[in-house]
């Protein structure tokens, strides 16, 4: 059976990346590789909409956030955690792991927290050191207004960390635009590769705060040292060489399309899984939803785990399933990276024919209808 990987991270590979990392491995001092990280770097601020440096390491994405926290605030000092579910707590808990003071500012699961709630705990607090938050928060499918965020920030001495791993490449993110000052992402999720690298953008205002952080807690994670080999585009440490080639494709394809273009694209499937579970008489889960996953509550008389389990089993389909206390409750779909339109609409089929196994009442096509419409209307005329 043809297996569609549909989950939130990981997500598919393209065919060609495949191939890519199918080639020997090769030496990585060597001037063939720093060539090619040069060129890869810059693809990142591309990627990331930034004329700041882009950390890479070797890592999951959990590993550039530990690197932010580590490297950029002392023991003792305070940041505002703005979550509101499972990524947000994540933040929180990386905190607490090094011994920062947080101050919780939350909104219950599904929804977003509002910048004004932000804007009281940057008053509240003049001396927290930053402010870390989700821009999609992939528990829950919501996206944060991490542009209103940045405003308020930027007008404050904290720095702006932002969890944008389920983002980056699969919504607009500017990092600049939007004043971010530490921007981490992951390779496994939009940008159509295995897991394994980690992304960290970091801003002048962050430099500042990690040169006079007298007592960084960190090695495999330093920063500064990270800086000073950046400054010959080689790493401190073997990096994750083959995994860096097999970016390269992926951020020439990036390139090629457009960031901007890309955007619209991802806003314009997500519209579409969007009317499609609506469609199907579903209820969204996200009230602020981002465009690279939507979540969809089920029906009081279905469980999700029993669902999934007949997607997967009967159908090859793999969507995720809620954490914690959403499981059984919710299911996410995920669009970003390889997964396109017509995975979208498998998707949706998919969830019709076992909906209707299960005896809810579903008019087979009825979603997938609503969601070819909504790509139909979106489509270029002429
Ligand atoms: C997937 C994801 C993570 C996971 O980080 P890993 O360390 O790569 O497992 C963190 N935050 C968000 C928002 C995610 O979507």
Aim: charged fraction near 20%.
């Amino acid at each position: 059976m043809k297996q569609r990987l549909l989950t939130p991270g990981p997500t598919p590979v393209p065919e060609e990346t495949l191939l890519e990392m199918a080639r020997p491995v090769f030496f990585h001092r060597s001037p063939e590789f720093r060539e090619m990280l040069a060129e890869v770097l810059a693809d990142l601020q591309y990627l990331f909409c930034t004329k700041n440096a882009v950390v890479p390491l070797t890592s999951s994405g959990t590993g550039a956030m530990e690197a932010a926290v580590a490297n950029a605030l002392p023991a003792g000092s305070k940041a505002i955690c703005v979550s509101a579910g499972r990524f947000g707590e994540r933040w929180r808990n990386l905190c607490k792991a090094f011994d920062i003071e947080t101050v919780n500012v939350t909104a219950p699961y599904g929804q977003p927290v509002p910048p004004e709630q932000l804007a009281r705990a940057l008053a509240d607090h003049p001396d927290a050191r930053a402010v870390c938050t989700t821009l999609s928060e992939t528990s829950t499918g919501v996206a944060h207004d991490v542009a209103g965020f940045g405003k308020l920030v930027a007008a404050s001495s904290a720095l702006l960390l932002v969890d944008a791993i389920s983002a980056l490449g699969a919504m607009e993110c500017r990092v600049d635009g939007w004043h971010i000052d530490m921007c981490v992402t992951g390779s496994q999720k939009a940008l159509m590769l295995p897991p394994g690298l980690a992304f960290l953008s970091v801003s002048d205002k962050a430099w500042t705060a990690i040169d006079a952080n007298s007592k960084p807690r960190a090695f495999y994670f330093d920063l500064k040292k990270a800086r000073e080999k950046l400054k010959t585009s080689d790493t401190p440490y073997t990096p994750a060489h083959t995994l860096i080639r097999a970016l390269r494709v992926s951020l020439k394809k990036i390139r090629a399309e457009g960031i901007e273009n890309l955007w619209a694209r991802q806003a314009r499937i997500a519209r579409a899984a969007r009317a499609g579970f609506q469609a199907l008489g579903l209820e969204l889960f996200a009230a602020r939803p981002a465009d690279g996953l939507t979540t969809v509550k089920m029906p009081a008389s279905i469980d999700s785990t029993t669902l999934l389990g007949k997607l997967e089993k009967q159908y090859g389909l793999k969507l995720a399933n809620g954490q914690d206390n959403l499981k059984g409750k919710i299911i996410r779909l995920a669009h970003m990276g390889y997964i396109d339109q017509f995975d979208v609409l498998a998707g949706i089929a998919g969830v019709e024919l076992v909906l209707k196994e299960m005896g809810h009442p579903v008019e087979p096509g009825k979603g997938v209808a609503a969601a070819q419409r909504a790509l139909a209307e979106s489509v270029k005329q002429g």
